[in-house]
T-cell receptor
Framework: GAVVSQHPSWVICKSGTSVKIECRSLDFQATTMFWYRQFPKQSLMLMATSNEGSKATYEQGVEKDKFLINHASLTLSTLTVTSAHPEDSSFYIC?????????????FGPGTRLTVL | SQKIEQNSEALNIQEGKTATLTCNYTNYSPAYLQWYRQDPGRGPVFLLLIRENEKEKRKERLKVTFDTTLKQSLFHITASQPADSATYLCALVGGSNYQLIWGAGTKLIIKP
């Protein structure tokens, strides 16, 4: 099946620094990728939809200047948490679907655990 | 607004029995509904998709039903095993980019 990787799997940073998380589709080209955030014992919250070659579409309440998304190629999307603060500590997960089968299953990365001190 | 509800309490089932999880939704008419499994500290893994014109879908020990009148989907695991213990999430497909709208998930615990 299709594989999505994320890097890093975990990161600890100081408050005020920026952190970049990479999401890669390893064996397929993903025109659309999704970024989620998940707090402990809560559901996945969609942050933004990342489209290759265009600006990301952010969900209501998500600050686009704080969570920068770049989808520069068909296999790579990046999420940069700028000026991170402790409240940004969370589990960040990306997903992608096979082009032309967007209604079908989404393939998720293993997630990135961000801890901001 | 669109809302998906899953039982927030953990479901404890004896090994070998059938586990049944519920997903209810309101203010929405999804064309597709999906079920995922999520283990702690991992991303969700797709299990089954059911379309609005399908009443039932099976895959090995898994069975999903979709009642668009009741606005409900049931997820069954027969002959449950301790390895089936995980959080199970239902999601509706919608939006221009086929975004998934997620339930909060139900934690399933299979006791040996």
């Amino acid at each position: 099946g299709a594989v999505v990787s994320q890097h890093p799997s975990w990161v600890i940073c100081k408050s005020g620094t920026s952190v970049k998380i990479e999401c890669r589709s390893l064996d397929f080209q993903a025109t659309t990728m999704f970024w989620y955030r998940q707090f402990p014992k809560q559901s996945l919250m969609l942050m933004a939809t990342s489209n290759e070659g265009s600006k990301a579409t952010y969900e209501q309440g998500v600050e686009k200047d704080k969570f920068l998304i770049n989808h520069a190629s068909l296999t790579l999307s990046t999420l940069t948490v700028t000026s991170a603060h402790p409240e940004d500590s969370s589990f960040y997960i990306c997903s992608a679907s096979i082009p032309g089968q967007a209604w079908n299953e989404q393939f998720f990365g293993p997630g990135t655990r961000l801890t901001v001190l | 607004s669109q809302k998906i509800e899953q039982n927030s309490e953990a479901l404890n089932i004896q090994e070998g029995k059938t586990a049944t999880l519920t997903c209810n939704y309101t203010n929405y008419s999804p064309a597709y509904l999906q079920w995922y499994r999520q283990d702690p500290g991992r991303g969700p893994v797709f299990l089954l998709l059911i379309r609005e014109n399908e009443k039932e879908k099976r895959k090995e020990r898994l069975k999903v039903t979709f009642d668009t009148t009741l606005k409900q989907s049931l997820f069954h695991i027969t002959a449950s095993q301790p390895a089936d213990s995980a959080t199970y999430l239902c999601a509706l497909v919608g939006g221009s980019n086929y975004q998934l709208i997620w339930g909060a998930g139900t934690k399933l615990i299979i006791k040996p």
